[in-house]
């Protein structure tokens, strides 16, 4: 089983920054990524960021250039650097590990990030 621990939302003023973490425990066997997806109210969850193993990093559109991804492969721990936050990255942020040969998905609990105008 894999556990996900989430830390670092909160409320920040629109220009702030924010750094998410989420720790991965359990029997992690054959990891293919790691990444954040979040989801505001109304809205369908969408993709953040994302790592691969491989280190291959893909972004949402609306967040490349004040995010950044990153993970320490021995901590098994990834982490969400926000930068220039706007009020519409508001949502719950949640932490996913995809791993297995078939690529099954586990989910952190979320954690809420609210930014001001």
């Known amino acids: 089983q894999v556990q996900l621990v989430e830390s670092g939302g909160g409320l920040v003023q629109a220009g702030g920054s924010l750094r998410l973490s989420c720790s991965a425990s359990?029997?992690?066997?054959?990891?293919?990524?790691m990444g954040w997806y979040r989801q505001a109210p109304g809205k369908q969850r969408e993709l953040v960021a994302r790592i691969s193993s491989g280190g291959n990093i893909n972004y949402a559109g609306s967040v490349k250039g004040r995010f950044t991804i990153s993970i320490d492969n021995v901590k098994n721990t990834v982490y969400l650097q926000m930068n220039s936050l706007k009020p519409e990255d508001t949502a719950v942020y949640y932490c996913?590990?995809?791993?297995?040969?078939?690529?099954?998905?586990?989910w952190g609990q979320g954690t809420q990030v609210t930014v001001s105008s």
């Open positions: 359990g029997s992690i066997n054959r990891l293919n990524a």
């Open positions: 996913n590990l995809n791993a297995g040969l078939f690529g099954r998905d586990y």
